[in-house]
């Protein structure tokens, strides 16, 4: 969109897509330095943060400015040199915003893969052009096809320490290609980059002549994605306002699919519907919402809903008291067979059992192997019974629907996240 006499910048903004994209890797594939790389090339670095970067990189005796230094913050990062923990960065162009979630390489921390992988559009894997498809890209690669994203960019970081060969790099994208359609992903791109020296991240290469494709960022700024308003409604209450004195009772909460116009016709369960005659935000009245817009919707009729309820689009999923999910472990505390939980859906939280660990997935080979429990950074298959029903569906990518916390109820922890399989 352009700016014209009819589009303010403001408007402009508001109508740029953002995009919501992942990095993964093994440990040393440069994550970090092209996260760097993307935010200072697009110019979305402070002149102080750059100054200090550059200074620091000056102290080190390094040739180049250390890009990495931008992104590793937490000083347990900066000492070891590697990245420990999910880290979320925001830059814009004049096509898309971008939100990246910058995830670790250890496989120890797994889990935390998996949580910025569920909520992006597109994840950008890296490996080292020395050492080509190694483990832990097949792990997050089985992982990105679990979770179904349907976009993968494959990085050739370092090529520049492979003297730009354009055999190494069409080994490794052949190689990696094929297994991405082993394990479900159909739209993959690959491309030869040097995150170090800048060399197809944002600006064409000079240095790869045989490489015609897209640069990652305008790959970035042009993949076609999901729209989110084509999935349907889905509105979990959080809260009940009530004004007694004015009649007055608005359901407040986020859109977590979907979207909604004064006039829709919403499912309020138990068979039940009613109109929207009016929608609410901090800045006044609007006529439509949608994905992650925090509103207040105000119904035609005095229905008796609550916090957890849900209000969606006439195509109301069933109430379920038995589902089959798969979990990621996030506690050392290991969850087993018949362990009495609470379960977090939406705005929900319910009473619940582990009725079985079926299997844990291996996803150095994609199979799966029969168990007893969930561990620690675990990807499991598990069956689990509700004390109530609730209207659970099945996982859709970004964890707009389907996603769950599976909390400890004796002392609140998190024991592990879930997205739902089907219907047990």
């Known amino acids: 969109m352009t700016l014209t006499p009819e589009n303010t910048a403001s408007q402009v903004l508001q109508q740029r897509q953002t995009l919501h994209l992942c990095t993964a890797g093994s440990v040393d594939d440069g994550k970090s330095t092209f996260v760097g790389r993307l935010l200072h090339d697009t110019k979305s670095v402070l002149a102080d943060q750059l100054s200090a970067v550059e200074r620091t990189s000056r102290e080190k005796g390094l040739e180049h400015i250390d890009l990495s230094l931008l992104v590793d913050g937490l000083r347990a990062e900066r000492e070891q040199g590697i990245t420990i923990d999910v880290a979320y960065r925001y830059f814009s162009t004049a096509q898309r915003t971008f939100i990246l979630a910058d995830t670790p390489g250890h496989v120890q921390y797994t889990r935390n893969t998996v949580t910025g992988v569920s909520t992006s559009d597109v994840v ?24 179904g994203i349907k976009h993968v960019i494959l990085a050739v970081n370092k090529i520049d320490l492979v003297d730009f060969s354009q055999e190494i790099f069409e080994n490794i994208r052949d190689e990696f290609t094929a297994l991405a359609h082993e394990r479900g992903v159909d739209d993959v791109n690959v491309i030869p980059i040097s995150a170090l020296l800048g060399d197809n991240v944002v600006e064409p290469s000079e240095n790869t002549p045989w490489y ?12 076609e994605t ?6 349907e409604f889905r509105f979990p209450i959080q809260y009940v306002i009530r004004d007694h004195g004015k009649d007055y009772r608005g359901y407040a909460g986020r859109v977590t699919a979907g979207s909604v116009r004064v006039g829709d016709t919403v499912a309020t369960g138990n068979g039940l ?16 919402a949608g994905v992650d817009d925090s509103v207040v919707l105000l119904l035609a009729d005095d229905v008796d809903l609550s916090r957890g309820d849900l209000l969606s689009s006439a195509q109301r999923p069933e109430d379920q008291r038995e589902f089959t999910a798969t979990l990621v472990g996030l506690s050392e505390k290991p969850l087993k067979s ?56 099945q996982y859709s990518g970004r964890g707009r629907v389907g996603s769950f916390l599976v909390i400890d109820a004796q002392d609140g922890n998190t024991l592990a996240a879930g997205l739902v399989g089907r219907a047990a």
């Open 273 to 288: 519907s009613s109109t929207v005659t009016r929608i609410e935000t901090t800045d006044g009245a609007v006529d439509s």
């Open 338 to 393: 018949g362990a009495k939980v609470n379960v977090r859906y939406g705005t929900s939280l319910v009473r619940a059992r582990i009725r079985s660990v079926e299997s844990v997935f291996d996803i150095d080979s994609s199979t799966s192997a029969p168990a007893e429990e969930v561990a620690l950074n675990d990807i499991a298959t598990v069956n689990i019974q509700l004390a109530q029903p609730l209207p659970v569906e």
């Open 124 to 147: 950008v894997l890296l490996v080292d052009a020395r050492h080509g498809v190694v483990t832990q890209t097949r792990r997050h690669l089985s992982v990105a096809g679990l979770l």
């Open 212 to 223: 015609d494709g897209p640069t990652v960022l305008h790959l970035l700024e042009t993949i």
């Open 226 to 231: 999901a729209n989110d308003t084509s999935t």
